[in-house]
């Protein structure tokens, strides 16, 4: 089994920024991919950056045309621990945001595993 708990969210005004983190624990062989994703009010869901299916290159990463040029997606392999460090933010960033993770287990084993979720919120 895999855990994925996310961290860094919050309130912020405008303008502001946040540092989420998205941690993998428990029978990592290794992780494959990971994103986040931004869950707003009517379950819309949307990616918002991710690996590209290359997390342990790292060269590969995307972002949804809405954050490019204000967030930055990073990793540490050692911690299998996504980061996603987000400036300049507005109203409508606000939402839960979740990641997920390609993993294979130690017993070989491919599964896709999804966090809780951390909520941000930004006032105007």
């Known amino acids: 089994q895999v855990q994925l708990v996310e961290s860094g969210g919050g309130w912020v005004q405008s303008g502001g920024s946040l540092r989420l983190s998205c941690a993998a624990s428990g029978s990592i062989l290794r992780i494959n991919d990971m994103n986040w994703f931004r869950h707003t009010p009517g379950n819309q869901r949307k990616l918002v950056a991710g690996?590209?299916?290359?997390?342990?290159?790292?060269?590969?990463?995307t972002y949804a045309d809405f954050v490019k040029g204000r967030f930055i997606l990073s990793r540490d392999i050692a911690k299998n621990t996504m980061y996603l460090e987000m400036n300049n933010l507005t109203p409508e960033d606000s939402g839960i945001y979740s990641c997920?993770?390609?993993?294979?287990?130690?017993?070989?084993?491919?599964?896709?595993?999804w966090g809780q979720g951390t909520q941000v919120t930004v006032s105007s």
């Open positions: 690996f590209g299916a290359d997390f342990a290159n790292g060269e590969k990463t």
């Open positions: 997920n993770a390609a993993v294979v287990e130690e017993n070989q084993r491919r599964r896709l595993y």
